[in-house]
């Protein structure tokens, strides 16, 4: 069974702390995804990337940056986390070889910063 | 102005009605059109896919417009498991696979 798996499912981190959530595929996707869930406001898209070492800005980048070294692993840094990221991060990959090009998501990390 | 816009709901429908839902999308160079659901505190999952001649997966049913830029989503008989969040989804970007979604709608069938 294809899988996303995301380190974490729940997190609760503090003000200014520097925050790590990984996200590893194991489906040889070429793009990978980050997005930050929150009521009212959907799926947001915080970055993407469509190749080792190869990152695209999101919708809302701003405080976060990321890391793919390798091809399964793609990695969100929060650099000093805020109240205001307290949020539902849901990773995501898919290939442009698949028929349909749909997304598969990890489960989530909830992350709460206090 | 959001790319993708949705009913919010919740549309409340009691065991084997028909409903339906409503997505209309701001992009008319977008190429791929899809129907997810998601389940309380869980990742969204793809529902399918939606075609320009119309598709049909059991009791579900999705058309896509592109003239009027919406896509729909029929949902007969449904079913009390059937009760969720359907989030429209559109690519705007075909090379690099970059979705855009629907805030949601959520469904809620009932006894």
């Known amino acids: 069974d294809v899988k996303v798996t995301q380190s974490s499912r729940y997190l609760v981190k503090r003000t200014g702390e520097k925050v790590f959530l990984e996200c590893v595929q194991d489906?040889?996707?070429?793009?990978m995804f980050w997005y930050r869930q929150d009521p009212g406001l959907g799926l947001r898209l915080i970055y993407f990337s469509y190749d080792v070492k190869m990152k695209e800005k999101g919708d809302i980048p701003e405080g976060y940056s990321v890391s793919r070294e390798k091809k399964e692993r793609f990695s969100l840094i929060l650099e000093s986390a805020s109240t205001n990221q307290t949020s539902m991060y849901l990773c995501?990959?898919?290939?442009?070889?698949?028929?349909?090009?749909?997304?598969?998501f990890g489960s989530g990390t909830r992350l709460t910063v206090v | 102005r959001k790319e993708v816009e949705q009913d919010p709901g919740p549309f409340n429908v009691p065991e084997g009605a028909t409903v339906a839902f409503n997505c209309t999308y701001s992009n008319s160079a977008s190429q791929s059109f899809f129907w997810y659901r998601q389940d309380c505190r869980k990742e969204p999952k793809l529902l399918m896919s939606v075609y320009s001649s119309g598709n049909e997966d059991g009791r579900f049913t999705a058309q896509l417009n592109r003239a009027s830029q919406y896509i729909s989503l029929l949902i007969r008989d449904s079913k009390l498991s059937d009760s969720a969040t359907y989030l429209c989804?559109?690519?705007?970007?075909?090379?690099?696979?970059?979705?855009?979604f629907g805030s949601g709608t959520k469904l809620n069938v009932k006894p």
């Open positions: 489906m040889d996707h070429e793009n």
């Open positions: 989804v559109v690519n705007e970007e075909y090379n690099f696979n970059k979705f855009y």
């Open positions: 995501a990959s898919s290939s442009p070889r698949d028929s349909n090009y749909g997304y598969t």
